[in-house]
């Protein structure tokens, strides 16, 4: 069920190239599937809609003969779904989005015939494809047996990556990370930052293509969690565990290919190999990951150095403090560094004076023009937006 | 020779007396050096102890605000004094909670923890003892040597009151004797071998000179060539000094000693380049570094004897004894000409802009190409008979 779901939106999006549909487009995906009991077994549907600027200019009744040709291609396991998906769903859908410009059900007509793991994959992918697609809000509606499971997956925090002779990319980085709770507010960014990788050639290893193809690549993207992360330290800083998702993305070109279906063919074909491929590039393509994660670790690292300089300085900064205020035969002096601190003594005043400097120095979080410290609130088109590159 | 320079050297008594006369027409304009006392130097020390405190105890983070000494537009000059520091100058922060500055900032606490102690215990350490006690945190000597003077500037306290003592780079020899700290007599005429400058100025005590002048010599070779010839000797009673180059706090101090003590011409023999022309000036006029000590440390008497730029014309100096002035050399001539202290000294304007327009310089040495003694049998004994020093 997963793959026709893939096929679909593979479609759309090819579609959407070729009618040069701008990246930030805005719109809805609603992927839903339910079941029917029929006279003698129970289907399982499933129903694509789109509507909004991300579908623009696709018009069902020319899409219906494109879908006739790839019928075979797209839908191999089938067939076309007789029912209609709940109008009330679609009400609720259109409400949000607009009128459906994209409405694709088909059906599988034994239900046994689904295994569960179908809905764990079919969630990944459509989280893949929000992440990737951050613009198009993706809701996934699960209705089996009278109950109803609901997936709505929102991108609070999108950046707009821009490619080299490619259409820009909307990206979802929003951090999934809570800060610990000694972490001041607005001393977290709470997105991701994308960093352009490089671009390189692969080539196609013969078996796992069925023709010649020209001018093949892939290049790599990181994008990483900024926030600040701390191992464990004599100060005992509690440690924060960081995201960095590696995407790859794949471009293949060949002249001789014009038509729809066998760009959709060829997209099928290298993700079926993609193993293949990227075993018969394995020298390249480790090198080029490694130089991405070295690339997206640098901040990382030189994070972890800077928070080491802080720590031995601060030892430093501690005990000649205290040396001076033991030493001191000043009452004024002493008694005025132990009422400030309010403490007893100078053993009090040392624990204490380690404590504030650690909360003045830690957590130190030096925001960028694009990182995003505030809390965002889901709210329509209020998400904050990052301008990367 | 050994006859007394007054008589000999007529022009340099009459020097000696307009100074005196000077010195006592100025005198209640002099600004006395404030003794710091030990406590207050501890009370310095414990307030900004006690602003780190109060910060943290704010929880915020400690900054240090240090004066700016490296900036000419932190600095004013006086012809009585020569550059000093204005007040309300630039200042640097160094913040305790930035990575780039944090170990600045440890580095200043922990001198300030062992001058605290040294004061204290009035005990005394030289940088390099402080350097060699913790090189990881300080890395080099430099960093010390610069954070003592920082602190020296934040604190207003001169160093020798933080009671961090320099090694001296400087010698001295001459009619001079003197009392060091610890009673130790030290007697600058033994006619081979000069004397380090003390690493003490301060403890200095019971001065004892007939000097007529004091020769501030740029290089060591120059100097070591007069003791070698005998100078002190011939021209008795002098003291010669050298700090070997860019003077150091120490040398600078000396002879500001013998200035305040002996009310006597000081000459300067320096190459006839902008690099030997800008070491005399600091001497005389100070340094924008050490700007904030300027009172103590400057000598605005300092008369340029020679190498002159004229004199390499006057005297013919042999064409292959010149040499010509280098890009950096002429910088640092049109950066000397716009000095402050320039517009006080036309005859050393003039001199600097022959040296422009003829494009050459010489060293001391290049004498020695008219004859292998004449710097010490002609030159010298004739600037000082006739007056040559602007």
Not at chain 1, 138 to 161: A, D, G, M, N, P
């Amino acid at each position: 069920m997963s793959r026709e779901i893939q096929q679909v939106l593979r479609l759309v999006m090819l579609l959407g190239k070729q009618r040069g549909v701008r990246v930030q487009a805005a719109g809805g995906l609603l992927v839903l599937l339910w079941t029917k009991t029929g006279a003698a077994v129970q289907s399982l549907n499933c129903t694509v809609a789109g509507a909004g600027p991300w579908c623009k200019g696709i018009k069902m009744k020319t899409l219906e003969p494109v879908l006739t040709d790839l019928k075979e291609s797209m839908f191999p396991r089938m067939s076309p779904c007789p029912s209609v998906p709940d109008p009330e769903e679609l009400c609720a859908f259109t409400d949000l989005y607009g009128s459906l410009r994209l409405l694709l059900s088909f059906q599988m007509r034994d239900s046994r015939l689904f295994i569960p793991e179908w809905c764990v994959r079919i969630e990944e992918f459509l989280r893949m494809f929000s992440l990737v697609n951050a613009g198009i809000k993706t809701q996934l509606k699960l209705q089996f047996s009278q109950q109803t499971f609901q997936q709505e997956f929102r991108v609070k925090i999108k950046s707009k990556v821009a490619r080299a002779k490619q259409p820009s990319l909307m990206l979802d980085v929003t951090c999934r990370t809570q800060p610990p709770e000694c972490v001041k507010k607005g001393c977290w960014c709470q997105g991701g930052h994308p960093l352009c990788g490089s671009r390189l050639p692969l080539s196609i290893p013969p078996e796992a293509m069925e023709r010649d193809h020209v001018n093949s690549g892939a290049t790599v993207y990181t994008a990483k969690q900024e926030n600040l992360q701390d191992s464990e330290q004599e100060l005992s800083l509690p440690s924060v565990q960081q995201t960095l998702l590696l995407f790859l993305f794949l471009q293949h070109s060949d002249p001789f290919t014009c038509h729809l279906s066998d760009s959709m063919a060829t997209e099928a074909l290298i993700e079926h190999h993609l193993e293949g491929i990227l075993s018969n590039n394995r020298q390249a393509v480790t090198t080029a990951l490694q130089t991405e994660l070295k690339n997206a670790l640098k901040g990382l690292n030189r994070g972890k150095k800077n928070h080491e300089k802080l720590r031995s300085a601060a030892e430093v900064i501690l005990s000649s403090s205290i040396s001076i205020v033991s030493c001191s035969s000043n009452l004024d002096f002493r008694n005025a560094c132990l009422s400030s601190m309010k403490v007893r003594d100078t053993h009090e005043l040392s624990a204490s004076l380690r404590e504030s400097l650690r909360r003045v120095t830690s957590w130190k979080f030096i925001p960028r023009g694009k990182c995003y410290p505030t809390q965002v609130e889901e709210q329509e088109g209020d998400e904050p937006t990052g301008r990367e590159i | 020779m050994g006859s007394d320079v007054a008589e000999l050297f007529p022009e340099i008594e009459k020097l000696r007396v307009q100074l005196l006369h000077n010195v006592e027409v100025t005198a209640d304009f002099r600004r006395v050096e404030e003794e710091i006392s030990h406590q207050e130097v501890l009370t310095r020390i414990e307030n900004i102890i006690l602003g780190i405190v109060t910060s943290l105890s704010k929880d915020e983070a400690p900054v240090l605000t240090l004066p700016n000494r490296s900036s000419w537009a932190n600095v004013s000059f006086d012809s009585a004094i020569g550059l000093q520091m204005s007040s309300g100058s630039d200042v640097t922060a160094v913040r305790s909670d930035c990575a780039s500055s944090v170990t600045k900032f440890a580095q200043i606490l922990k001198i300030l923890s062992v001058i605290y102690r040294l004061v204290q215990s009035n005990s005394y350490a030289t940088k390099r003892d402080i350097y060699y006690n913790n090189t990881q945190l300080f890395g080099s000597q430099n960093t010390v040597d610069h954070i003592v003077d920082d602190i020296s500037c934040m604190l207003k306290v001169p160093r020798r009151s933080l009671h961090v003592l320099a090694t001296s780079k400087g010698l001295i020899s001459g009619d001079l004797c003197y009392m060091e700290e610890d009673g130790t007599r030290i007697d600058c005429r033994s006619n081979s071998a000069a004397v380090a400058v003390s690493p003490n100025i301060g403890g200095i005590r019971n001065i004892v000179s007939s000097a007529k002048f004091v020769l501030i010599v740029e290089k060591d070779a120059t100097f070591q060539r007069l003791l070698d010839d005998d100078f002190c000797s011939k021209l008795s009673p002098c003291i010669i000094i050298t700090a070997k180059g860019v003077p150091d706090v120490n040398s600078r101090l000396m002879v500001r000693k013998l200035w305040d003590t002996l009310h006597i011409p000081i000459f300067a023999l320096v190459d006839a380049d902008p690099h030997g022309i800008e070491i005399m000036c600091i001497y005389k006029y100070g340094s924008v570094a050490m700007s904030f000590e300027a009172h103590s440390l400057t000598v605005p008497s300092v008369m340029w004897l020679g190498l002159l730029p004229s004199d390499l014309r006057r005297l013919r100096v042999p064409e292959d004894a010149l040499i010509p002035l280098t890009k950096t050399d002429e910088n640092k001539l049109n950066s000397l000409l716009q000095r402050p202290y320039l517009s006080s000294q036309p005859d050393w304007q003039k001199e600097m802009e022959l040296m422009q327009q003829s494009k050459v310089k010489a060293e001391i040495q290049s004498l020695a190409a008219i004859a292998p003694d004449f710097l010490t049998s002609i030159y010298l004994p004739n600037k000082l008979r006739y007056g040559g020093w602007i």
